[in-house]
């Protein structure tokens, strides 16, 4: 499960990246709701800086819950950073091409008419600039510090599939680096141990040397003048030896 540490400088990282990305995303879903009021109307492009707003909402949520309820595969979260680095890439261009050239007012004799939409509109700028940076950032971090770790320790087919990961809230750093080990486990840090897939065995029972049966033996000057030990074949008392013709 994940950890939850406000002294550590990861989670404070998270936290700081995580909040800031709800703040644009929030301020660029309000922006493009009220371009679509004062318009009254409804335009694909600013359908889609709503519909990309929503979507990272509901994924800055999932980051959060996600760690603490369950363990997933590490490229659910790659492809889903990827997508927000997109996402917000897109809307940063959406934006500044129609916005970035808006006229927000005309004066004319005695009168000035202003277009609060161009304003509204080219306020979704630089918030969907930051964004980008932000998402930009934490699939870095998120690239660094847990895909290029665990790739090290396990095949790319275990990757794309469940692996034992401890994802720290915000999904953006993992409470356990893989290390290489003597036992081809997974280090954790914290504890300082190492934790691997194999069942844990039992105490080993001492097994008895069998004496193997004995076999007498003389020994037998050699030419050296060392003695060696030859085996000495025995007959059975009871066996009869038939007498040479």
Known sequence: MAKFSLSSSKTVTTLTIRFCQFVFTILCLGLAAGVLSDLDGSFSDINFIIAASVLTFIYLVMVFVVPLVTKVPLLFFLVWESIMVIFWLTVFAIAAHDFGSCVTSISGFRTTVTFNFCKIGKAII?????????????????IMFVVIPHSRST???????????????????????????STGGVVDPEAN????????KGPEVPTAE????????????SAEGHYTEVPVTTVDETTQVEPRL
């Open 126 to 142: 630089p918030f969907a600039l930051f964004n980008w940076f932000l998402f930009i950032a934490s699939l870095v971090l998120y």
């Open 155 to 181: 095949s790319f087919s275990d990757f794309a599939r469940t692996v034992k990961n401890d994802l720290a809230i915000g999904a953006i750093f993992s409470n356990r680096i893989p290390q290489p080990s």
């Open 193 to 200: 141990v190492v934790s691997t897939d194999e069942e844990p």
């Open 210 to 221: 069998v004496p193997s049966a004995g076999v007498p033996s003389a020994e037998v000057p």
